[in-house]
């Protein structure tokens, strides 16, 4: 190694530690810069050391994947300690589900465990092979394509906002530029001698990496970087749309008589400690309707970037302008829904020891909805201590709503557009007329849950049906919070105002919430973009429906005549919704080792194997250091690709000898004639250049590759396609050959 | 046409420790090539023998025929003899010849009152000692100096023989009655043993059709003279030999003394004869360098009357040709020059 190779080494690991800061943004504590600082480290010696002993880059590359999946392991459960298989197991487990964690992880990820998977990977192949070609290879920009390649990955991959453009734009490209041109006028002074221009060319080259660097720099610190591609965003998140909600069963919380099961009216469901009394804790905010319900979903805020339902970490960047509260949650048996009830905007959430030792891995969470939730359900002794910001506050009429409205919900809550009319009509402004509709709601509604026997009339439920002409539509107007939020939410995206149902508690002084303090209630979107609750009280009134009530019939809305239902005409039964069986299934594979992966990883490393093993020979018999052994090498080319063709080469035989083999068995086929000749004359070419007396020029060894070549196509020409494909694939050549039979 | 050959020389003289040039070994397999087309009038379809005997001659060797009668012994030996422009003789070995009916006497001139020597039939270029297992073992035993060291001692005085010398004998293998078979020390000295075969179809109906020539080896006409040979023999010497091909001899001969049935193995005499006749062969191949399949096909001819079999070779009916086969087999040729560092 000659010194200027310590400085394709330093810019290396420069280069390669530019690319890794790209997480700084992303990981939360030490643990990503120490393992990626190491592992580049540990790939630049590991390259050192194959080079000198003249390995090429694809053995550099084989010996760092290989040594990489024998410390994943180690390295996700954070020890020395190896525990045999399991250690191993660890290893191949965190390789199938480092990357989803780390895609599917709200930042700032704790850098620890599989995650971990990804900074040392990365780090370790572009420094080590980049290492590799600085010390190997002979074109000025080979070495920039690892840490290139992994500047690209670490932006896929890492969060929206990149950690310092200047840096990793202008810092990374300016540094790229120098050492490629660095390298590039000493190639050229190795090949054509010393430049006596040299030190011109050098100076007038730095000025024009720094003059693009400087404009670079201005452009980048002027104007904001634009949206970019990001791989968390292809990913596909948790399907929350598919989970029941507590609207959906909002019964069980409500008294009913002579049906139990499942009811929790009277049941304590969780308590809570430290959230102020009165504060409005959250279960399910659901912001989609699609005709039958209100559902929770992913990508419902234009205006963000993180409204998904994602895996969290111990912390998230949630900022609000609330008070931080420290809030403990411990759920009783009674619980049994996957809803995580929390309060205000998150900003650091942990199960506590009670709970079990994988509860996080299965929390998922929204911040744009403020909603967690479990993506099997929430167990008895899951309990939680979570700080947040306390945010929302009760809308005033005063306010104005955000023009960000969901404009299917809009085309979804047409059915309302009689009511709307006619109740917000003389209203200047869409807040009174929000206002106006919620107190006509609250007028002509009753409330009534179906407790009592001849109240069964009036169903659970909030699809079209019974929103429409079976509630709003319709006389009487009766319901409970689900039927009155439902409707609220519909008539305030029909007035052009977002909204969506929330569903939770009020919390009571106790800190115990049980059944019957669960309600619905709406969220109106203002024009800051923050969520504030519309008042309950405004909409919804607790006078119930008078006994003996008339069949419903339709409510006028002059002067627009609203539809006629149909007689007997039943509101429509709305299915239960459960839980697809493959969640399920998907959920136990999930649980064990992949093993279906890992027996495809391996039978696809089998099958890239043998190949990628005659690459390897094929270029380092390219590449061997004496000329001579470049002969040799490309004579065994040849044998070999005869013996991968089916073709008989016994071993220990002169290359002549050989070339007769061949020819016969091309003469077998019929075509061996013209080969035979060709063949001899390549064998004794190449004795006559290994055995003479000057050593051969690599010029002529390049010559004889390319003739080699030739004739090593020309082999398989009369061979079928299908013993050619298998010739790929045949270990024939990488097996000893056997002896001539010429035994006594 | 071939006595074009004459009038060529090779392009650059030939010093010791000098390595054959390019344009001198072309030279060199041109020359080697119209003698075996000279030879190759008398012998039809036979080119390998010739080739064979043209590389002993050039190695500055001797070369032992041993074929069934009326296979070309004899005419081999004379077309190689015609083909030289140089003296040449034929001894006919019967049980009664004397050791002096081959080197000569010495006899007194009553007219000078001295002893004057009268050289025998050996004192000649090329020398075809015909059914040498005939004569007895005295007689075998008076040419082995004069193969060996190229002359003879007659009455203490030393005589010289000239330059080239080429000693080509014929045995008949089958006719054992009443013959003297040649020891192993006599055997060494040969440079090669070869045979010469039937021809092949076409050759022996093309030998039928000019029945008419009586004497087929009176068509080949010398081309070369002894200088010419001499030179040839010294630009063969110059012919490189790399240090894995040497090693791949070494270990020919070490195996072969490891080899099953075999007596006696190759004897360093025997390593010696075998570089020394593949540089030639190199040579009439147009090539400076000797390659490990030039070894491989000299193995045989050079080896052939070296290795001493043991009596179960013969029960087990294993030949000297199956036993080099398998050493060929045992020791892998070398890939690769050997490195200097």
Same mark, same amino acid.
């Given at each position: 190694?000659?010194?200027?190779?310590?400085?394709?080494?330093?810019?290396?690991?420069?280069?390669?530690?530019?690319?890794?800061?790209?997480?700084?943004?992303?990981?939360?504590?030490?643990?990503?810069?120490?393992?990626?600082?190491?592992?580049?480290?540990?790939?630049?010696? $590991?390259?050192?050391?194959?080079?000198?002993?003249?390995?090429?880059?694809?053995?550099?590359?084989?010996?760092?994947?290989?040594?990489?999946?024998?410390?994943?392991?180690?390295?996700?459960?954070?020890?020395?300690?190896?525990?045999?298989?399991?250690?191993?197991?660890?290893?191949?487990? +965190?390789?199938?589900?480092?990357?989803?964690?780390?895609?599917?992880?709200?930042?700032?990820?704790?850098?620890?465990?599989?995650?971990?998977?990804?900074?040392?990977?990365?780090?370790?192949?572009?420094?080590?092979?980049?290492?590799?070609?600085?010390?190997?290879?002979?074109?000025?920009?080979?070495?920039?394509?690892?840490?290139?390649?992994?500047?690209?990955?670490?932006?896929?991959?890492?969060?929206?906002?990149?950690?310092?453009?200047?840096?990793?734009?202008?810092?990374?490209?300016?540094?790229?530029?120098?050492?490629?041109?660095?390298?590039?006028?000493?190639?050229?002074?190795?090949?054509?001698?010393?430049?006596?221009?040299?030190?011109?060319?050098?100076?007038?080259?730095?000025?024009?990496?720094?003059?693009?660097?400087?404009?670079?720099?201005?452009?980048?610190?002027?104007?904001?970087?634009?949206?970019?591609?990001?791989?968390?965003?292809?990913?596909?998140?948790?399907?929350?749309?598919?989970?029941?909600?507590?609207?959906?069963?909002?019964?069980?919380?409500?008294?009913?008589?002579?049906?139990?099961?499942?009811?929790?009216?009277?049941?304590?469901?969780?308590?809570?400690? &430290?959230?102020?009394?009165?504060?409005?804790?959250?279960?399910?905010?659901?912001?989609?309707?699609?005709?039958?319900?209100?559902?929770?979903?992913?990508?419902?805020?234009?205006?963000?970037?993180?409204?998904?339902?994602?895996?969290?970490?111990?912390?998230?960047?949630?900022?609000?302008?609330?008070?931080?509260?420290?809030?403990?949650?411990?759920?009783?048996?009674?619980?049994?829904?996957?809803?995580?009830?929390?309060?205000?905007?998150?900003?650091?959430?942990?199960? *506590?020891?009670?709970?079990?030792?994988?509860?996080?891995?299965?929390?998922?969470?929204?911040?744009?909805?403020?909603?967690?939730?479990?993506?099997?359900?929430?167990?008895?002794?899951?309990?939680?201590?979570?700080?947040?910001?306390?945010?929302?506050?009760?809308?005033?009429?005063? /306010?104005?709503?955000?023009?960000?409205?969901?404009?299917?919900?809009?085309?979804?809550?047409?059915?309302?557009?009689?009511?709307?009319?006619?109740?917000?009509?003389?209203?200047?402004?869409?807040?009174?007329?929000?206002?106006?509709?919620?107190?006509?709601?609250?007028?002509?509604?009753?409330?009534?849950?179906?407790?009592?026997?001849?109240?069964?009339?009036?169903?659970?439920?909030?699809?079209?049906?019974?929103?429409?002409?079976?509630?709003?539509?319709?006389?009487?107007?009766?319901?409970?919070?689900?039927?009155?939020?439902?409707?609220?939410?519909?008539? +305030?995206?029909? *007035?052009?105002?977002?909204?969506?149902?929330?569903?939770?508690?009020?919390?009571?002084?106790?800190?115990?919430?049980?059944?019957?303090?669960?309600?619905?209630?709406?969220?109106?979107?203002?024009?800051?973009?923050?969520?504030?609750?519309?008042?309950?009280?405004?909409?919804?009134?607790?006078?119930? #429906?008078?006994?003996?009530?008339?069949?419903?019939?339709?409510?006028?809305?002059?002067?627009?005549?609203?539809?006629?239902?149909?007689?007997?005409?039943?509101?429509?039964?709305?299915?239960?919704?459960?839980?697809?069986?493959?969640?399920?299934?998907?959920?136990?594979?999930?649980?064990? $080792?992949?093993?279906?992966?890992?027996?495809?990883?391996?039978?696809?490393?089998?099958?890239?194997?043998?190949?990628?093993?005659?690459?390897? =020979? =094929?270029?380092?018999?390219?590449?061997?250091?004496?000329?001579?052994?470049?002969?040799?090498?490309?004579?065994?080319?040849?044998?070999?690709?005869?013996?991968?063709?089916?073709? !008989?080469?016994?071993?220990?035989?002169?290359?002549?000898?050989?070339?007769?083999?061949?020819?016969?068995?091309?003469?077998?086929?019929?075509?061996?004639?013209?080969?035979? &000749?060709?063949?001899?004359?390549?064998?004794?070419?190449?004795?006559?250049?290994?055995?003479?007396?000057?050593?051969?020029?690599?010029?002529?060894?390049?010559?004889?590759?390319?003739?080699?070549?030739?004739?090593?196509?020309?082999?398989?020409?009369?061979?079928?396609?299908?013993?050619?494909?298998?010739? $790929?694939?045949?270990?024939?050549?990488?097996?000893?050959?056997? #002896?001539?039979?010429?035994?006594? | 046409?071939?006595?074009?050959?004459?009038?060529?020389?090779?392009?650059?003289?030939?010093?010791?420790?000098?390595?054959?040039?390019?344009?001198?070994?072309?030279?060199?397999?041109? &020359?080697?090539?119209?003698?075996?087309?000279?030879?190759?009038?008398?012998?039809?379809?036979?080119?390998?023998?010739?080739?064979?005997?043209?590389?002993?001659?050039?190695?500055?060797?001797?070369?032992?025929?041993?074929?069934?009668?009326?296979?070309?012994?004899?005419?081999?030996?004379?077309?190689?003899?015609?083909?030289?422009?140089?003296?040449?003789?034929?001894?006919?070995?019967?049980?009664? *010849?004397?050791?002096?009916?081959?080197?000569? $006497?010495?006899?007194?001139?009553?007219?000078?009152?001295?002893?004057?020597?009268?050289?025998?039939?050996?004192?000649?270029?090329?020398?075809?000692?015909?059914?040498?297992?005939?004569?007895?073992?005295?007689?075998?035993?008076?040419?082995?100096?004069?193969?060996?060291?190229?002359?003879?001692?007659?009455?203490?005085?030393?005589?010289?023989?000239?330059? !080239?010398?080429?000693?080509?004998?014929?045995?008949?293998?089958?006719?054992? +009655?009443?013959?003297?078979?040649?020891?192993?020390? @006599?055997?060494?000295?040969?440079?090669?043993?070869?045979?010469?075969?039937?021809?092949?179809?076409?050759?022996?109906?093309?030998?039928?059709?000019?029945?008419?020539?009586?004497?087929?080896?009176?068509?080949?006409? !010398?081309?070369?003279?002894?200088?010419?040979?001499?030179?040839?023999?010294?630009?063969?010497?110059?012919?490189?030999?790399?240090?894995?091909?040497?090693?791949?001899?070494?270990?020919?001969?070490?195996?072969?003394?490891?080899? @099953?049935?075999?007596? /006696?193995?190759?004897?360093?005499?025997?390593?010696?004869?075998?570089?020394?006749?593949?540089?030639?062969?190199?040579?009439?191949?147009?090539?400076?360098?000797?390659?490990?399949?030039?070894?491989?096909?000299?193995?045989?001819?050079?080896?052939?009357?070296?290795?001493?079999?043991?009596?179960?070779? @013969?029960?087990?009916?294993?030949?000297?040709?199956?036993?080099?086969?398998?050493?060929?087999?045992?020791?892998?040729?070398?890939?690769?020059?050997?490195?200097?560092?």
């Amino acid at each position: 190694m000659q010194s200027f190779h310590v400085w394709d080494l330093l810019l290396v690991f420069g280069l390669t530690a530019i690319a890794l800061v790209g997480w700084e943004s992303t990981f939360r504590g030490p643990g990503w810069w120490i393992a990626g600082g190491l592992a580049a480290l540990t790939g630049i010696v $590991v390259a050192m050391a194959v080079v000198s002993a003249r390995g090429g880059v694809e053995i550099v590359t084989l010996v760092l994947l290989v040594g990489y999946y024998l410390v994943s392991g180690p390295i996700v459960d954070g020890t020395l300690r190896l525990d045999g298989l399991r250690t191993l197991e660890s290893g191949v487990r +965190a390789n199938s589900e480092g990357w989803s964690i780390l895609l599917g992880t709200h930042p700032p990820i704790d850098a620890s465990g599989a995650v971990l998977i990804a900074p040392v990977l990365l780090s370790l192949t572009s420094a080590g092979v980049g290492a590799a070609l600085a010390l190997r290879s002979r074109r000025a920009a080979t070495p920039l394509v690892p840490p290139t390649l992994m500047l690209g990955a670490v932006l896929l991959l890492a969060q929206p906002e990149p950690v310092s453009v200047l840096l990793q734009g202008v810092g990374y490209g300016t540094l790229a530029m120098l050492w490629m041109r660095l390298r590039g006028l000493r190639i050229d002074e190795a090949a054509h001698g010393r430049d006596p221009a040299r030190g011109w060319r050098l100076v007038g080259s730095v000025a024009l990496v720094v003059v693009v660097a400087l404009v670079a720099g201005l452009l980048a610190s002027t104007s904001p970087p634009g949206e970019r591609l990001l791989l968390s965003r292809s990913l596909a998140p948790y399907q929350v749309q598919k989970l029941s909600t507590p609207l959906d069963e909002f019964r069980d919380y409500t008294r009913q008589q002579g049906r139990t099961e499942g009811n929790v009216f009277e049941s304590k469901l969780f308590v809570v400690e &430290g959230a102020p009394a009165g504060a409005r804790l959250r279960l399910a905010a659901l912001d989609t309707y699609d005709g039958s319900s209100w559902q929770a979903d992913n990508d419902t805020d234009p205006t963000r970037q993180d409204d998904r339902f994602l895996r969290l970490s111990s912390t998230i960047e949630n900022p609000s302008s609330g008070k931080e509260r420290k809030i403990t949650v411990r759920p009783t048996p009674r619980y049994t829904q996957p809803w995580v009830p929390t309060i205000g905007a998150l900003r650091s959430f942990q199960f *506590l020891g009670s709970a079990r030792p994988d509860a996080q891995s299965h929390l998922r969470y929204n911040p744009a909805t403020q909603t967690a939730v479990m993506d099997d359900r929430l167990e008895k002794g899951d309990a939680y201590l979570f700080t947040s910001g306390l945010t929302g506050g009760l809308l005033k009429q005063r /306010m104005s709503p955000s023009d960000e409205l969901d404009t299917d919900l809009y085309d979804r809550a047409a059915f309302l557009q009689p009511a709307v009319e006619s109740w917000a009509a003389g209203a200047k402004y869409p807040m009174q007329a929000l206002f106006q509709v919620a107190a006509r709601l609250k007028e002509v509604g009753r409330y009534s849950s179906g407790t009592e026997p001849w109240e069964s009339v009036y169903r659970p439920g909030h699809g079209e049906q019974r929103l429409g002409d079976g509630f709003v539509l319709g006389v009487p107007t009766v319901g409970d919070d689900e039927q009155y939020a439902s409707a609220m939410a519909l008539l +305030a995206t029909r *007035l052009g105002i977002p909204a969506r149902v929330v569903v939770g508690a009020v919390v009571p002084k106790s800190g115990t919430v049980r059944g019957k303090d669960v309600q619905a209630w709406v969220e109106i979107r203002i024009e800051n973009g923050s969520w504030r609750t519309l008042p309950t009280e405004t909409f919804m009134g607790r006078k119930p #429906p008078d006994r003996g009530s008339p069949e419903p019939e339709p409510r006028s809305f002059p002067p627009f005549e609203p539809p006629a239902p149909e007689p007997g005409e039943e509101p429509e039964a709305e299915e239960p919704q459960v839980d697809e069986p493959s969640e399920d299934a998907e959920a136990d594979a999930s649980s064990g $080792v992949p093993w279906r992966l890992v027996l495809l990883a391996l039978l696809v490393l089998l099958v890239a194997a043998i190949p990628l093993a005659k690459l390897v =020979r =094929r270029r380092r018999r390219l590449a061997a250091r004496a000329v001579t052994a470049r002969y040799a090498g490309a004579w065994r080319e040849l044998v070999d690709r005869a013996r991968d063709l089916g073709t !008989p080469v016994p071993g220990g035989l002169t290359r002549p000898a050989e070339a007769r083999a061949m020819a016969a068995s091309d003469g077998d086929r019929g075509d061996g004639d013209g080969d035979a &000749g060709a063949l001899l004359t390549l064998a004794g070419e190449a004795d006559a250049r290994i055995f003479g007396a000057d050593e051969p020029a690599p010029a002529d060894a390049a010559a004889f590759w390319a003739l080699v070549r030739d004739r090593r196509s020309g082999l398989a020409a009369d061979v079928p396609l299908r013993r050619r494909v298998w010739a $790929v694939f045949s270990p024939a050549s990488l097996r000893p050959p056997p #002896p001539p039979d010429d035994s006594v | 046409m071939l006595r074009n050959f004459l009038n060529r020389r090779a392009t650059t003289g030939s010093l010791p420790g000098m390595t054959l040039s390019t344009e001198q070994a072309h030279w060199f397999r041109a &020359g080697f090539n119209d003698m075996a087309d000279n030879m190759g009038q008398a012998l039809l379809g036979k080119e390998h023998v010739i080739r064979l005997s043209l590389t002993c001659l050039l190695s500055e060797g001797h070369l032992l025929l041993e074929d069934l009668p009326g296979t070309g012994k004899t005419m081999l030996a004379r077309a190689l003899a015609n083909t030289v422009e140089g003296s040449h003789a034929r001894i006919q070995f019967t049980p009664d *010849l004397l050791p002096t009916d081959v080197t000569g $006497v010495t006899v007194y001139d009553q007219q000078k009152g001295t002893f004057e020597f009268h050289p025998g039939p050996i004192f000649h270029d090329i020398v075809l000692a015909d059914e040498i297992n005939r004569a007895s073992p005295k007689t075998q035993s008076a040419l082995l100096e004069v193969m060996e060291e190229g002359h003879v001692t007659v009455d203490g005085v030393t005589h010289d023989v000239p330059r !080239p010398f080429m000693v080509i004998a014929t045995q008949n293998p089958v006719e054992q +009655a009443g013959t003297y078979r040649l020891p192993e020390a @006599q055997l060494d000295r040969f440079l090669m043993k070869s045979s010469v075969g039937y021809p092949d179809a076409a050759s022996t109906e093309e030998l039928l059709l000019s029945s008419h020539i009586r004497d087929r080896a009176e068509l080949v006409k !010398p081309i070369a003279t002894t200088a010419t040979i001499a030179e040839m023999s010294a630009l063969a010497a110059q012919v490189h030999v790399d240090r894995s091909i040497v090693t791949y001899v070494r270990q020919l001969a070490e195996a072969s003394r490891e080899l @099953q049935h075999v007596r /006696m193995g190759l004897s360093a005499r025997g390593c010696l004869a075998l570089v020394r006749v593949v540089k030639t062969w190199a040579a009439a191949d147009g090539r400076t360098a000797v390659v490990p399949e030039d070894v491989n096909i000299l193995a045989e001819p050079v080896l052939c009357h070296r290795l001493l079999l043991d009596p179960q070779a @013969q029960f087990s009916g294993v030949t000297v040709a199956d036993v080099i086969g398998q050493l060929l087999t045992s020791v892998p040729p070398p890939v690769d020059r050997a490195r200097r560092d």
